[in-house]
């Protein structure tokens, strides 16, 4: 068939990837080129790892994108309605853009936070792995933010590098049922991690981390979790953003200004700032490739429906767990309700390590059959929920 339509998708994490390969394997007519800034695609969620040293995060695109896909290695500089522009010169016309450029690192409010390491994307880990190796041995390294991303950072590191001091500084696993929290305490006291808890960072100094308290925690490296930022590129192309900088789009992911922009990720539009995306009306969009493959699916099927003159659904997105690897051979998968909300059951210990690794792989696993063009059901109508579409 004819190529009638050309569909631009500026990034290619998971939404990204997720949604160039829905519109190529379902709609023969329309042509979908890829920009990012490597050929590679990167899994964030094994990023703890490459800066322990514990595994690799990294995927050549061309085995993971839909053979008609056309990958352009660069940047975005401007969006329009029917043109993105890139660093080097290149102008791409297009029918419709996707808007999947995901997040990076916060700087945040702390003092001295340039100071410290991150594991939002791939150099930043593989700085900290760099400067781990480097670092004499019974080093003190200072985890800030016992999140999901603190305890996965903080307990990989506690075992693949014993010899030095871990130290994490937060409420681990606050908003996860009293039993959860309990085992993520037994697990970080077996893995001789310190617990600072109630307690926050007032600046990072030269050797230390100083908490409002007024105590000093000695610091050969610190590693900072909590917070991201989203790029700019939003703002500076004149879209409609909140105060964050993330593309504001309406409940089918179309940008609320009703321009052929949709914007796919896994931010959290209400509570700080998580991915580049805020969806006006939904406050569950926790960060993870449980929010960020639906999401993709689902703008893909939007692009489609604007591409043909037609109103596109609603998005219908429901949750099922919260994995978390506690080092290799530990891990919690705490069973959830579709608005995110914790539930009482959950698996802990040796069998929760396994299910993490094997749901981690099942993600690139589904995301290489759809490159093969074996479309994803959620055809049947806007109450299909992610969990029929995803993994995580």
């Known amino acids: 068939m004819t190529t009638q339509f050309h569909v631009v998708v ?5 939404a990204g990837v997720m949604a160039a390969n829905r519109l190529l394997a379902e709609h023969p007519e329309v042509a979908v080129t890829v920009v990012n800034p490597r050929p590679v695609f990167v899994e964030r969620v094994r ?22 896909a056309t990958l352009h290695v660069g940047s975005a500089v401007r969006i329009e309605s029917h043109a993105v522009s890139l660093a080097d010169g290149t102008v791409l016309p297009c029918d419709a853009v996707i808007y999947a ?34 670092a004499d041995d019974y080093a003190s390294v200072v985890v800030i933010g016992a999140g ?66 007024g105590t000093a925690v000695p610091a050969t490296l610190v590693v ?21 900088g993330r593309l504001r789009v309406r409940d089918t992911l179309q940008a609320v200004d009703g321009k052929p922009i949709v ?37 893909a099927d939007t692009v489609w429906q604007l591409l043909q003159g037609r109103e596109p659904a609603p998005l219908s997105l429901g949750f099922v767990t919260t994995c978390i690897s506690l080092g290799r051979d530990r891990g919690v998968v705490q069973l959830s309700a579709r608005d995110d909300t914790p539930v009482r059951w959950a698996v802990r210990g040796r069998l929760a390590a396994p299910v993490k690794e094997a749901i981690v792989r099942g993600t690139i696993h589904t995301m290489q059959l759809q490159a093969r063009g074996r479309a994803l059901p959620s055809r049947r109508g806007p109450d299909t929920s992610a969990r029929e579409k995803a993994h995580v």
Request: net charge negative; hydrophobic share 40%; glycine share 14%.
């Open 10 to 14: 500026v990034g290619a994490g998971y």
């Open 47 to 68: 990023l703890h790892q490459v800066a322990a040293g514990s595994g690799t995060a990294t995927h050549e695109l061309s085995d993971l994108l839909h053979p008609r």
């Open 101 to 134: 450029v995901g997040s990076t690192s916060g700087t945040g409010a702390i003092p001295g936070v340039e100071k410290a390491f991150s594991v939002a994307d791939l150099d930043s880990a593989t700085a900290l792995h760099d400067a781990l190796l480097e």
């Open 148 to 213: 999901l991303t603190g305890l996965e950072t903080v307990t990989e590191l506690a075992q693949s590098h014993p010899r030095h001091t871990l130290v994490l500084v937060g409420d681990p696993g606050a908003a996860l049922p009293e039993t959860t929290q309990r085992y993520i305490l037994r697990r970080l006291d077996e893995l001789g991690v310190q617990v600072r808890s109630g307690t926050r960072v007032a600046r990072i100094d030269d050797g230390s981390v100083v908490l409002d308290d």
């Open 224 to 244: 900072r979790t909590a917070g991201f930022s989203v790029p700019d590129l939003a703002r500076r192309s004149g879209l409609p953003v909140d105060d964050d």
């Open 263 to 299: 914007g796919v990720g896994d931010g959290m539009p209400i509570v700080g700032v998580g991915d580049a995306v805020g969806v006006d009306g939904n406050d569950h969009l926790r960060m993870s490739c449980q929010a960020a493959m639906p999401l993709g699916i689902h703008g």
